[in-house]
């Protein structure tokens, strides 16, 4: 994996399922870290955070899949000449 920036300012169009599950564990240790335990209420936001965003890159995962093998169908259609 490619290292990051963590000042970047991507945004979540720009970021690889990776990059985005990446993202989420590094919320999930700050929501585990000792500087967390007496605001109980953030670390649990940041962790619904991070449940989200892995949930976001599984789903970004699959449908790059999908397009991946539409893309590969609609060329085969192509060279068999159905499409």
Do not use: C, F, Y
Not at 45 to 61: G, H
């Amino acid at each position: 994996m490619d290292t990051h920036d963590s000042t970047s300012t991507g945004t979540a169009s720009q970021l690889t399922p990776d990059e985005m599950r990446w993202l989420a564990a590094r919320l999930r240790a700050r929501a585990d870290s000792v500087w967390m335990k007496d605001q109980p209420h953030q670390a649990a936001d940041l962790r619904q955070a991070a449940s989200l965003i892995e949930q976001l890159a599984n789903l970004t995962a699959e449908v790059l899949t999908s397009a991946a093998v539409i893309d590969g169908l609609s060329r085969l259609l192509e060279v068999v000449g159905g499409a």
